[in-house]
């Protein structure tokens, strides 16, 4: 059965001001929190990297492939994820949650959930505490290194948790039909062919990666919403069962994607 929790990923051009290096939005990130603490339902929040973790990435020319990467560069990415994770926690503090932050490595080993880890989330959640883990740069064995992206994460999440609301939140309405008229796909049930915009990806794939995430995600037979998290309330009535701008992707097994 699917359980009564939330899985949210804050993309990093929510969290931070995507053009200017280590720059977190704190404005953005304490209104989202506003509208999240009046939601009384269990969560696990995700954050993206954003212009700290992929500012370094891209400067040190570290990829999500496992491979052998300059040492500063891992510390230094790391580092940067673990500062914006830090504004992220103390404003979740001041918005009176309860975050607990969890590294991705904690979590994962070789990109694969460590079962006992992820059910501990749930556990959490139910406790009314907050688990909030972010895409990173990760062991990944035989001295090699790679970036494991918190889109990435929420499908390892998902796979194991099956939380009844799985919600994308990006810096745009949803997934549009094509960019120019900017046509809003309300519904996306996977058994039919749409044609997605082309967007312009990031060192992780940005957009592209995130639908397909999303996509197989809603494989597993759950529904993932993708809203605009700038727009207030959007996010929170997801979780109110409100009817929000944004894209539902409905969850039917069996169906794959490839992007
Ligand atoms: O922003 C990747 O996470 P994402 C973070 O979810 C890093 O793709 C370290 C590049």
Known sequence: MDSDLALIKLGGSIVTHKEVPLSANEAAIAKILKDLSSVKMPKILIHGGGSFGHYWSVKYDIHSKPDFYDPRGIATVHESMISLNEIVIKLM?????????????????????????????????????????????????????????????????????????????????????????????????????????????DVTGGMRRKVREALKIASLGLDVWLVNGLKPKRIAGVLENVEVEGTVIKGKRGNTWNA
């Open 93 to 201: 503090m001041k918005s009176n949650m309860n975050p607990y932050s969890i590294s991705p490595s904690a979590l994962t080993l070789n990109h694969k959930p460590i079962l006992q880890k992820i059910h501990q989330l749930r556990d959490m959640a139910n406790d009314q505490i907050i688990p909030v883990c972010f895409g990173d740069v990760v062991y990944a064995g035989h001295r090699k290194y790679s970036i494991l992206s918190g889109d990435e994460l929420m499908t390892l999440i998902s796979s194991v948790l099956r939380p009844n609301k799985i919600i994308f939140a990006l810096n745009v309405d949803g997934i549009f039909t094509d960019l120019k008229n900017r046509k809003l796909i309300r519904r996306y049930d996977t058994g039919n062919a749409a044609k997605f915009a082309r967007v312009k990806a």
